[in-house]
């Protein structure tokens, strides 16, 4: 297998992670600040979790290692999370979800100031999965002033943090991953109600936060340094399209015709671009040889 076909497994399985949120939110019965807080509480511990045990001895050099990008890449997650749970109480999920699908392609556009090309394939399967999206939320709608900008500033914020990951490819911004679930922590616990959650919100804060979270920006991490940003985001709108299956699948809501049409649409985009022509090899630390789970200067020799 490939560093890119590796890399398209690994964002995928992102995807997947992030799309079973729907499930154990419809059980929690704690607010909104205090979900956000649980879950980063326990998507901090599950990735420090991960850090020690690939990092071994070397955890504070790979969280020194990760310099200035690192840190952009904490506030960008931290605020792409934030905005994201803001947007929602100030627009409609047909206005968050269409945004979230112009993630892609502004990634892509970002993607080439680094000298990161995008084939027209991959550019076709943006615009179809695009389609897709408004299909399925009904188009973009007529959000408020207040809900387009954080929606915006949502879609800004993942599409650098995808950019930034590609470029510093070179080592893991797994630590940028655990540092930015603390900043959430910090901005929320305020407003949080930790005496409202019982032991079933616990355990499904907990899984919300290892595995939604946790397990979801680790694959991310992973897959970004391996293929082009935008084929990235696009490849994470499969969250798009499961989420409404899971809930399918496990509490019988069956989705509107739309919606199982609009994902089939954005299915059909990302293996449309998973089947284009592969891009010769750039440079990087990964490609000679190194593992996309370890910095270089954990390889053995």
């Not at 998507?43 to 310099?67: D, K, S």
């Not at 399967?125 to 387009?148: E, F, K, N, S, Y």
């Not at 940003?229 to 989705?255: C, K």
């Amino acid at each position: 297998m490939t560093d890119e076909q590796r890399g398209r497994v690994f964002v995928a399985l992102a995807a997947v992670a992030w799309s079973t949120a729907g499930l154990f939110q419809r059980e929690l019965s704690v607010d909104t600040a205090t979900q956000v807080a649980g879950r980063a509480i326990f998507a901090a511990l599950g990735l420090l979790a991960y850090i020690a045990a690939v990092e071994r001895r070397a955890i504070l050099r790979a969280f020194r290692a990760i310099g200035v990008g690192g840190v952009a890449v904490v506030a960008l997650l931290a605020v792409s999370s934030s905005s994201f749970i803001a947007a929602l109480n100030h627009a409609s999920v047909a206005n968050v979800l269409f945004m979230q699908a112009l993630a892609p392609i502004l990634a892509a556009v970002l993607g080439t100031l680094i000298g990161d090309p995008v084939d027209r394939r991959t550019w076709a399967a943006m615009v179809i999965a695009l389609v897709g999206v408004a299909v399925m939320a009904g188009g973009p709608g007529h959000p408020t002033a207040l809900g387009l900008g954080l929606s915006l500033l949502m879609t800004v914020s993942f599409a650098a943090t995808l950019v930034i990951t590609r470029h510093r490819r070179d080592v893991s911004m797994a630590p940028a991953t655990f540092l930015s679930q603390l900043v959430v922590l910090v901005a929320f616990a305020p407003f949080a109600s930790p005496g409202s959650a019982d032991s079933s919100d616990v355990i499904l804060l907990a899984a919300l936060g290892i595995t939604q979270v946790g397990l979801g920006l680790v694959f991310l991490t992973i897959g970004a340094r391996l293929i082009p940003a935008g084929e990235v985001a696009l490849i994470t709108l499969l969250e798009v399209v499961l989420g409404p299956l899971w809930v399918w699948a496990f509490l019988s809501e069956r989705p509107s015709t739309a919606t199982l049409i609009g994902g089939a649409i954005v299915l059909g985009a990302v293996v449309l671009a998973a089947r284009a022509e592969s891009l010769p090899a750039q440079p990087a630390a990964i490609s000679s040889g190194c593992s996309p789970l370890m910095p270089p200067w954990r390889e053995d020799p």
